[in-house]
């Protein structure tokens, strides 16, 4: 241990005075040696959407590992895509900041009625149809079939709503517009479509 | 609401017109009742009785000297100031020693020395005893209120709040993690016996840090010797729910005293004029009792509290990100309206405040006393989100604020002098749980304060006082944090701060932060009695207020605002020179009192949009803290006329002018001109009715800084990029408000008070600048209220 300086002791020997004068007969019931960091386990850091079609698999994934860090999302796409075909897609979610990687699309499946995906590619690139359901019978968005536009490129925008609007207009047709809730992700993967 | 008017009460007393009775009691130096002593007032005299109170019918309007004899004790002199029905407390002393002129407004003698304060009336207490603590201090010009939605309100005094604006709670500041803009204060204001306001940064005895000014709040003092006490109800159509209200007080029996009370608040949804605000009801409990032992020399006793309420916020409130509020505020409408009901769901919040107390007054001589208290705070805050699977019932912010305070206080008062000093110690353990699942919005942390101060107040010359004051502070903090590594480089952490880590625990640093602030303050003030109709006072104080540990530490998503803010561990106190001139001018048949003030503010930390940043929940505004510096210039008054013994019209008002002068431009959130005018009839022949009509006039804010957000938003379902618009403020707005009392005395000298209001009569449409959720949802509609009192 280094020297303490003057200033040092001084406030060494202010800070013990008050906490002998306040803590007279008060024993500190709480141990703050917080050693662990919050295990924040509802974060989702991953969002894979997986197109099958045309004889091939196309993933677009888009990876936050920091949160609300200030790193911004790395975004990839296994291979393009072929025009004016149609594929089976699944969208999933999971949580790497945790070891092993949690899969949290299950949760979403499973308060479906309180959740909703929505697909907004760039004018053009084609046109996405809902192919599950929550008990109501309206779509949740984990499954869905894309048929691809003509070749060209732009973006997808896929978000995951809570709490929305499903009997709002529109909504249960995927058009985001009236849905109201709560944003909890939502991404953006550029494709490309030749 | 039923504001209707309130008095400013100032050190010299006031002035106003019309017949009125003055009640009273009259002490000897240890709280004893002394009968039989002589009252004077003006040509009339009386003797006080068994109990040692008075009583003087048909005062005339305007200023009366008083003086009260009895054997033994010095003759006291005093001038009053009947503005109305008053109750006076008395205190003679023994000491052969003439007393200089002391001010008496109907409450025990001011101590708090040359300050600019203003205080809320009983009876608007009482008329609002279902409201808030800021609702009710609405009643002072220059006093606003910050809302996040219909539940929480917190108090704005010339346009500063939150830390910079302490409430301090029979002498001790309320420690309830006031730092926070959405966090109401917790307390019940039915526990009060008085609650002013003081405007400047003066009163150094309790804090050398109030940049904006403080809210004091004072116990019940019941001199009587006998039982009494009140119940009340209060009924309200909006929320569809009220308060009930219950008090006793005993005092000095037996060389005791005491006084418990308990409340209850209910309320439901709130309703605006088209839909109701679903999730906006509210609960509140509160208990409250002291006991003590009123000895010769010595007056010593136990006081003890408790707070709890839960307030729900607007379900429509809670989004995402920037494109759900731009949906918000483009649609005009809350995205989720449902029927009316009293459950509470997420978001919410739930506090916990407890207060235990021990103090000593020792009477050293009749001009000296020493007060010593402690006081144990314990405050639980926790914040409910909309989630997912198992976090679903789990608190998003779970904070326990443990305050051991001791004060100590010295006072002499002489005939022409008035000393105090005292020294404060605290030692306060915050701990945030990390069982929220959520990186906590404020980390775990130690602090420990040491305070000392010192003020001298002088009589220089008849019509002359003088008051200076100087105050040391010592502030020590050491918290604990994990900061992500991505972000501990983003805000170039490295190397400066890298002594505070302690472990690396993956993608984090384990850090130990430690703070160290010495500061002084001062104050000094000096009032001038011009003559009969005018008095000034002006008074400069320097405050320094160290970072809080919101402006510290944040680093992250604000859910409720869709913003990442971000705390600067370089930042510094700041510091603040308030110059505050009150003017009172007092005659027949009008009253004014103005308060023009300056407040320069150095270093001040506030919250400043600096970019974006992209999540995978989507694109945020970061907002980080910044220091700048600040001027507020402002003005408040209040001007009354009493035509006769029935009619009176009052109008009171502020306005505020804010820069930040560094980047010279508006400052945010600065509450806008406004006038609140009152017409009131009173008929004291017919049960003591009061009516009033009022009218609350916001005009719209036109300085406010741009922070608008460039956002994507689907439209057609294609991305196209819009300007989110966060920064104009709504327009300005008119609200009338009715209420009346009529009061039956029975024969046991009891009363039945009943009161009715009509507040936002017109169920007028309205948005208010100052509520941090107007982006999604109008205001109250009409409110009928029916309050039932009964006093013994």
């Known amino acids: 241990m280094k020297k303490m300086n003057t200033l040092e002791k001084v406030q060494k020997s202010i800070r013990l005075v008050a906490v002998a004068a306040l803590t007279l007969g008060m024993v500190s019931c709480s141990d703050d040696d917080n050693n662990t960091p919050v295990n924040e386990e509802e974060v989702i850091t991953t969002v894979t959407v997986r197109l099958t079609g045309g004889g091939q698999v196309v993933t677009l994934t888009s990876r936050d590992l920091d949160g609300d860090g200030p790193n911004a999302p790395v975004v990839t796409a296994s291979g393009n895509l072929t025009p004016n075909t149609t594929y089976t897609g699944t969208v999933s979610f999971l949580n790497e900041a945790e070891t092993p990687a949690e899969d949290k699309t299950a949760e979403i499946q499973a308060e479906g009625l309180e959740h909703q995906v929505f697909f907004q590619p760039t004018s053009g690139l084609g046109t996405f149809t809902y192919t599950d359901s929550d008990s109501s019978g309206r779509p949740i968005g984990l499954a869905f079939n894309y048929v691809s536009g003509n070749a060209g490129t732009g973006n997808l925008t896929v978000t995951l709503r809570h709490m929305p609007n499903k009997a709002a207009a529109g909504v249960a047709a995927g058009d985001i517009t009236n849905a109201g809730g709560s944003t909890d992700v939502q991404v953006q993967y550029s494709i490309t479509i030749n | ?792």
């Open chain 2, 1 to 792: 609401m039923s504001r209707i008017f309130y008095v400013i009460s100032l050190l010299w007393g006031y002035l106003l017109l019309g017949q009125h009775t003055v009640t009273g009691i009259v002490y000897g130096s240890q709280q004893q009742p002394l009968e039989g002593a002589h009252i004077h007032l003006s040509d009339q005299s009386v003797n006080a009785q068994k109990d040692g109170t008075f009583q003087f019918r048909n005062v005339p309007q305007g200023k009366h000297k008083v003086f009260v004899t009895y054997v033994g004790y010095l003759r006291k002199d005093t001038l009053i100031v009947v503005t109305q029905a008053q109750d006076l407390v008395l205190r003679l002393q023994k000491d052969p020693v003439v007393l200089q002129e002391v001010a008496v407004k109907g409450n025990p003698i001011s101590n708090k020395g040359l300050v600019v304060e203003a205080k809320v009336k009983t009876v608007e207490l009482q008329r609002n005893a279902a409201r808030s603590l800021a609702e009710v201090l609405v009643e002072i010009p220059g006093v606003s209120i910050l809302r996040t939605g219909s539940t929480i309100a917190k108090p704005v005094i010339q346009g500063l709040h939150s830390s910079r604006v302490p409430v301090v709670v029979n002498g001790i500041r309320s420690e309830d993690q006031q730092w926070g803009v959405d966090h109401a204060p917790n307390f019940d204001s039915n526990t009060a016996g008085k609650i002013s306001v003081i405007k400047g940064a003066g009163a150094l005895q309790y804090g050398g840090d109030a940049i904006g000014g403080l809210i004091l709040i004072e116990p019940h003092v019941f001199a009587k010797d006998t039982l009494s006490g009140s119940a009340v109800v209060s009924l309200h159509s909006n929320g569809r729910g009220g308060a009930v209200n219950a008090a006793v007080h005993r005092g000095n029996f037996c060389d005791w005293a005491w006084n418990v009370q308990t409340g209850m608040k209910y309320f439901g949804d709130r309703e605006t004029p088209d839909y109701v605000l679903s999730n906006s009801g509210s609960r509140e409990y509160s208990f409250s009792g002291d006991v003590k032992h009123i000895g010769k020399k010595v007056v010593w006793g136990a006081a003890a509290s408790f707070y709890q309420s839960q307030m729900a916020i607007l379900t429509a409130s809670h989004i995402g990100n920037v494109t759900d509020l731009y949906y918000a505020i483009t649609s005009g409408q809350p995205y989720f309206v449902g029927d009316f009901g009293y459950g509470i769901s997420n978001p919410k919040q739930e506090v916990r405040h407890m207060r235990g107390k021990l103090f000593l007054n020792y009477t050293l001589s009749d001009s000296e006393s020493w007060n010593t208290q402690y006081e144990m705070q314990y405050n639980q805050r926790f914040e409910y989100d909309i989630r997912r699977g198992q976090a679903r019932n789990t608190p998003s912010l779970d904070l326990t604020l443990t305050t051991h305070t001791v004060l100590s206080d010295y006072k002499k008062q002489t005939e022409k002098a008035v000393f105090k000093a005292g020294v404060m110690g605290q030692y306060q353990h915050n701990t945030a749980s990390p069982d929220t699942g959520i990186r906590p919005l404020i980390p775990t942390y130690e602090k420990v304060d040491f305070g000392l101060y010192g003020v001298y107040q002088y009589a220089i010359a008849p019509k002359w006082t003088a008051e200076a004051g100087i105050r040391y502070d010592f502030s020590q903090m050491m918290a604990q944090k994990f900061y992500l590594k991505s972000r501990w480089n983003e805000r170039n952490y490295s190397p400066q701060f890298d002594h505070f880590i302690v472990g690396d625990a993956g993608t984090q640093w384990n850090t130990r932060p430690e703070f160290l602030f010495h500061n002084l303050s001062a104050s000094a003030g000096i009032r001038w009695n011009a003559n009969a109709a005018w008095d000034f006072l002006l008074s400069l104080g320097r405050a320094v207020r160290n970072p809080n540990p919101s402006e510290l530490f944040s680093d992250g998503l604000h859910h409720a605002t869709g913003m990442i803010e971000l705390g600067d561990l370089n930042l510094k106190q700041e510091k603040g020179l308030k110059t505050a001139l009150e003017i009172n001018y007092r005659s027949t048949p009008f009253t004014l009192t103005a308060t023009p003030y300056m407040n320069r503010v150095q270093d001040f930390m506030y919250l400043r949009p600096v970019g974006f940043e992209t999540t995978i929940r989507g694109a945020f505004p970061v907002w980080e803290y910044q220091r700048t510096d600040a001027l507020l210039l402002g003005l408040d008054w209040n001007a009354q006329v009493r035509w006769n013994t029935h009619w009176s019209y009052g109008v009171m008002g502020a306005m505020v002018y804010a820069q930040d002068q560094t980047t010279d431009t508006p400052i945010i959130d600065i509450p806008p001109l406004n006038f609140t005018q009152h017409i009131q009839f009173e008929y004291p022949q017919w049960h003591g009715l009061t009516t009033q009509l009022r009218c609350l006039w916001m005009t719209q804010q036109h300085r406010y800084p741009n922070t608008n957000i460039d956002a994507s938003i689907v439209v057609d379902n294609q991305l196209v990029p819009v300007t989110v618009d966060v920064s104009t403020p709504p327009p300005g707005y008119v609200l009338w408000d009715w209420n009346a009392a009529i009061t039956w005395v029975a024969k046991n000298k009891s009363e039945w008070v009943m009161g009715l209001g009509v507040q936002n009569i017109g169920n007028t449409r309205y948005r208010n600048y100052l509520n941090r959720q107007r982006f999604f949802a109008d205001e109250m509609g009409r409110n009928i209220q029916v309050q039932l009192r009964y006093n013994f």
